[in-house]
T-cell receptor
Framework: DADVTQTPRNRITKTGKRIMLECSQTKGHDRMYWYRQDPGLGLQLIYYSFDVKDINKGEISDGYSVSRQAQAKFSLSLESAIPNQTALYFC???????????FGEGSRLTVL | DQQVKQNSPSLSVQEGRISILNCDYTNSMFDYFLWYKKYPAEGPTFLISISSIKDKNEDGRFTVFLNKSAKHLSLHIVPSQPGDSAVYFCAASGVSSGSARQLTFGSGTQLTVLP
């Protein structure tokens, strides 16, 4: 089983709909992240959380919100999806000492 | 403004030859550098890293070189194999306020190793 699990893996939705992407981890890391990948832009940080009570905005947080339900769970929500939020989304956890990230397999979201 | 730049979106190399992937950074506070590899339909996976106190780190066929004065690092793969075909991301981190390390990623280079 993967250490970092994302659901759903693929989702197609319509403009204006609310979408939640879920992430769970078994690595025991306190730090969790949500990134999005767009062609030619690499990985951009949306939100990150250093523990259950700590939530921080990343580079591109507008239009997104997150919830850290437990150490092992970190979900990303799009309150009202728009087409330019079509992307591949990755959840990750990190090793505190080096910042090395461990990624989930990704959630491909298409907003029509 | 991109703090980590991978100027080559793609690279093709013949099997058995050397692959050299380049990365430049602008933030002088970066002191730890990593390369990630990503296959289609999978998440990125850690490949190799280097601390700023070193100028070279080797792991099997993979070697990362760091030139701090030029703010440049490169990943060498020798010999290249078809299974190395993937997107390679360069990433950098430094100690920011509150000692919170975060990674900043480059845009990636698609490596294709031709049989």
């Amino acid at each position: 089983d993967a250490d970092v699990t994302q659901t759903p893996r693929n989702r197609i939705t319509k403009t204006g709909k609310r979408i939640m992407l879920e992430c769970s981890q078994t690595k025991g890391h306190d730090r969790m992240y949500w990134y999005r990948q767009d062609p030619g832009l690499g990985l951009q940080l949306i939100y990150y959380s250093f523990d259950v009570k700590d939530i921080n905005k990343g580079e591109i947080s507008d239009g997104y919100s997150v919830s850290r339900q437990a150490q092992a769970k970190f979900s990303l929500s799009l309150e009202s999806a728009i087409p330019n939020q079509t992307a591949l989304y990755f959840c990750a956890t990190s090793d505190t000492s080096t910042g090395e990230l461990f990624f989930g397999e990704g959630s491909r979201l298409t907003v029509l | 403004d991109q703090q980590v730049k991978q100027n080559s979106p793609s690279l093709s190399v013949q099997e058995g030859r050397i692959s050299i992937l380049n990365c430049d950074y602008t933030n002088s506070m970066f002191d730890y550098f990593l390369w990630y590899k990503k296959y289609p339909a999978e998440g990125p996976t850690f490949l190799i890293s280097i601390s700023s106190i070193k100028d070279k780190n080797e792991d099997g066929r993979f070697t990362v070189f760091l030139n701090k004065s030029a703010k440049h690092l490169s990943l060498h793969i020798v010999p290249s194999q078809p299974g190395d075909s993937a997107v390679y991301f360069c990433a950098a981190s430094g100690v920011s306020s509150g000692s919170a390390r975060q990674l900043t990623f480059g845009s990636g280079t698609q490596l294709t190793v031709l049989p």
